[in-house]
Every structure is written in structure tokens, then in C-alpha cells.
């Protein structure tokens, strides 16, 4: 079983930044692939960002320039540094972790982009 804890959420205004955090315990050692998705109001799922053990990162378009995903493997943490927030940036967001034997999700944090 892997655990994961994020962290960071919270109310910013239009232009503001964020950074979450998704801590790791359990088998971490089962972990590959770790990233970072977001469900708006009404919407589904999205991928917002990925990063391998090796540090290789995507991130989906809307994102591009603006968040920036990254992971301390020592520490077991994966970070999400979010710049230049917009509205519809608003939604819950979810750390993943891509295991030998399955996935595991983190109960999310709520970020809200609003004046």
C-alpha cells in the first residue's frame, strides 16, 4: 500500500501562485511514475502534469509555462508550483502514483482562483 498526503491548497487571487506538495509513505518502493490531476465543478478528470522516478516531466497545454512539477525522491515528496493562476484553474487537485501493481490517489486539495 502506498500513501499519499497533499498539501497547499487553499484561495489565491487571479496572478497569484501556489505550491503543493504530495507526500509519499508505505511501499514507496512499488512507485514509478508520479503526477498531478484536478476535477473542476461539473467536469471530468483532468491530467495536469507527470514526472518519472528519472525526473522526465509533461504537463497538459493549459498548463505550460505556468506550473511546474517536480520531486525530491529522498524525501518521498512531489511538489506542484503553480504561477500566474487564473479562474479557471479552480478545481480539486490530486496527487498519483503509478505502482507495479496498481495506482494510488491522494484524497485531494481544494484550490480556488478568485477575487
Known amino acids: 500500500q502506498v500513501q499519499l498526503v497533499e498539501s497547499g491548497g487553499g484561495l489565491v487571487q487571479p496572478g497569484g501562485s501556489l505550491r503543493l506538495s504530495c507526500a509519499a509513505s508505505?511501499?514507496?518502493?512499488?512507485?514509478?511514475?508520479m503526477g498531478w490531476y484536478r476535477q473542476a465543478p461539473g467536469k471530468q478528470r483532468e491530467l495536469v502534469a507527470t514526472i518519472t522516478i528519472g525526473g522526465v516531466t509533461n504537463s497538459a497545454d493549459s498548463v505550460k509555462g505556468r506550473f511546474t512539477i517536480s520531486r525530491d525522491n529522498a524525501k518521498n515528496t512531489m511538489y506542484l508550483q503553480m504561477n500566474s493562476l487564473k479562474p479557471e484553474d479552480t478545481a480539486i487537485y490530486y496527487c498519483?502514483?503509478?505502482?507495479?501493481?496498481?495506482?494510488?490517489w491522494g484524497q485531494g486539495t481544494q484550490v480556488t482562483v478568485s477575487s
Open positions: 508505505g511501499s514507496i518502493f512499488k512507485i514509478s511514475t
Open positions: 498519483n502514483a503509478r505502482l507495479w501493481d496498481g495506482v494510488s
